[in-house]
């Protein structure tokens, strides 16, 4: 295939377009590139120009545009020479995508406009216990405490009694935590959430080559030490692997999971509705049954 490249381009032209004007020379003529048949017009560099730019940077930006128009054109041209038979396939695939997109976007109008966002805590609890065997964990989750202070700390024992009682009431808590803050402990609270049991023994002097799961088997304050520091930990929950996970863990996947069927349910009712009227109104017909019946 002989290629035809003609362009025409100058800093003064450039300059004219991005001032939005054109000379009096080139009324009648709105071509600024040409590849073969396919012409790049004026008008498309200018609507393409962004309006903040000005002076020298619309000019580079025109340019660029030019060469980035020129060379995806020739190598259009090439495509169709190395690929021939490669036509068809690529325009259907574009207009798959593009019925893809449109048939999307209807998907959403209905969604958005239907959708019930709102999942009280019984849909959730509901859902949980019908499908309970869907959330077996694959690791152990762990609730607990870890403190951590001073191994050379004298009043180590009374401080296990504070942190032992710290659950019993706001009072003990209160006095528990002055004590913390006071000496400069870090006290790792997880007991409002569940977490990886990995994840909780990353905060204490462990390694990866010993088994830890009979701490699991003592809800009592456990303590360790290293390097001149001391640790006190305890469980308040554990739930194993094997086991059925907790609610609280699971309820976001779950809210996920419900919100995703409510979408399906929108969808597929619409589209339930849409082949009912066309066939009802004659629009819309399927012969695949009259032709078994041949």
Same mark, same amino acid.
């Given at each position: 295939?002989?290629?035809?490249?003609?362009?025409?381009?100058?800093?003064?032209?450039?300059?004219?377009?991005?001032?939005?004007?054109?000379?009096?020379?080139?009324?009648?003529?709105?071509?600024?590139?040409?590849?073969?048949?396919?012409?790049?017009?004026?008008?498309?560099?200018?609507?393409?120009?962004?309006?903040?730019?000005?002076?020298?940077?619309?000019?580079?930006?025109?340019?660029?545009?030019?060469?980035?128009?020129?060379?995806?054109?020739?190598?259009?041209?090439?495509?169709?020479?190395?690929?021939?038979?490669?036509?068809?396939?690529?325009?259907?695939?574009?207009?798959?995508?593009?019925?893809?997109?449109?048939?999307?976007?209807?998907?959403?109008?209905?969604?958005?406009?239907?959708?019930?966002?709102?999942?009280?805590?019984?849909?959730?609890?509901?859902?949980?216990?019908?499908?309970?065997?869907?959330?077996?964990?694959?690791?152990?989750?762990?609730?607990? &405490? =870890? /403190?951590?202070?001073?191994?050379?700390?004298?009043?180590? %024992?009374?401080?296990? @009694?504070?942190?032992? $009682?710290?659950?019993?009431?706001?009072?003990?808590?209160?006095?528990?935590?002055?004590?913390?803050?006071?000496?400069?402990?870090?006290?790792?609270?997880?007991?409002?959430?569940?977490?990886?049991?990995?994840?909780?023994?990353?905060?204490?002097?462990?390694?990866?080559?010993?088994?830890?799961?009979?701490?699991?088997?003592?809800?009592?304050?456990?303590?360790?030490?290293?390097?001149?520091?001391?640790?006190?930990?305890?469980?308040?929950?554990?739930?194993?692997?094997?086991?059925?996970?907790?609610?609280?863990?699971?309820?976001?996947?779950?809210? &996920? =999971? /419900?919100?995703?069927?409510?979408?399906?349910?929108?969808? %597929?009712?619409?589209? @339930?509705?849409?082949? $009912?009227?066309?066939?009802?109104?004659?629009?819309?017909?399927?012969?695949?049954?009259?032709?078994?019946?041949?």
């Amino acid at each position: 295939m002989r290629r035809i490249i003609n362009i025409s381009l100058c800093a003064a032209l450039l300059t004219l377009i991005s001032c939005r004007e054109l000379p009096d020379y080139l009324v009648g003529s709105n071509t600024l590139a040409r590849v073969g048949r396919n012409e790049l017009s004026i008008t498309e560099v200018k609507q393409a120009i962004p309006s903040n730019l000005r002076g020298e940077d619309s000019i580079a930006f025109a340019k660029h545009y030019v060469d980035k128009w020129l060379v995806r054109q020739l190598k259009i041209e090439e495509a169709d020479e190395l690929f021939p038979g490669s036509v068809n396939d690529i325009e259907k695939m574009v207009e798959d995508y593009r019925q893809t997109l449109l048939t999307g976007k209807v998907d959403q109008y209905y969604v958005d406009k239907l959708m019930n966002n709102e999942l009280s805590d019984k849909d959730i609890a509901d859902y949980y216990n019908t499908h309970k065997s869907d959330f077996t964990l694959d690791r152990t989750l762990v609730k607990g &405490r =870890i /403190l951590r202070f001073d191994g050379a700390y004298r009043q180590s %024992k009374r401080l296990k @009694e504070q942190m032992r $009682k710290a659950s019993a009431s706001p009072t003990d808590a209160k006095t528990f935590s002055d004590v913390c803050e006071k000496n400069g402990f870090v006290l790792t609270d997880y007991r409002s959430e569940w977490i990886n049991f990995s994840d909780f023994l990353a905060n204490l002097p462990t390694t990866r080559s010993q088994d830890y799961d009979p701490l699991l088997d003592k809800m009592d304050i456990q303590e360790m030490e290293a390097n001149g520091t001391r640790y006190y930990f305890d469980f308040t929950s554990v739930c194993r692997k094997g086991n059925v996970a907790p609610l609280e863990s699971v309820s976001e996947n779950i809210r &996920r =999971i /419900l919100l995703t069927q409510r979408r399906s349910e929108i969808i %597929k009712t619409h589209e @339930e509705e849409i082949v $009912k009227r066309a066939s009802d109104e004659g629009h819309a017909r399927i012969y695949l049954d009259e032709n078994k019946e041949e």
